[in-house]
């Protein structure tokens, strides 16, 4: 008696399982229906550059693609900073000019580069524990909803950066 209860609930266990895993993949079809089957933004070769002097801004490079159906970098955030703000620099009459961006738009399926001499960004009041050679751990938010979380490496003012970020940006 006892063996045919074990089986009995064997098998219910494995048909609760069974629809749960339905359910995960419904919600999982309905959530890719949804946006078309798009993919969303994305970060990659995320590197800062520390400050050569304590308590001075970090600069924060970056290659961005805002995935099949574009997107807008709204903030970027760390728990290892006070706070991070986008920013560009431009060349006008002989003077480097710098201007905080709101937000920074990628069209679908474009690359938008945060490197020296282009849009970068500001990271005020880096952790003295973030040495070069260390991750600060970056999270990006996109008007989307979306949310991209990536570890940047650190290198030391000076240091020679990532061959992928050594050019200017846009």
Not at 12 to 35: E, F, I, K
Not at 109 to 136: C, D, Q, S, Y
Request: charge should be positive.
């Amino acid at each position: 008696m006892n063996s045919a209860i074990e089986r009995i609930l064997g098998w219910g266990a494995c048909a609760v399982s069974l629809a749960l895993l339905v359910v995960a993949l419904l919600l999982g079809t309905t959530a890719t229906a949804a946006t078309g089957g798009a993919t969303g933004p994305s970060v990659r070769q995320a590197t800062v550059r520390l400050a050569a002097v304590p308590g001075r801004p970090s600069a924060g490079y970056f290659t961005l693609n805002g995935g099949t159906a574009g997107d807008t970098l709204t903030s970027v955030v760390s728990p290892l900073a006070e706070r991070i703000e986008m920013h560009s620099s431009s060349m006008a009459g002989g003077v480097m000019r710098m201007d905080k961006l709101p937000a920074v738009k990628s069209m679908p399926g474009e690359t938008v580069r945060f490197a020296p001499g282009g849009n970068h960004l500001m990271i005020f009041g880096v952790a003295a524990t973030v040495k070069p050679g260390a991750t600060l751990p970056l999270t990006f938010r996109f008007a989307s909803g979306a949310v991209v979380k990536v570890d940047a490496t650190s290198v030391a003012a000076g240091a020679t950066m990532p061959m992928a970020m050594s050019h200017g940006g846009h």
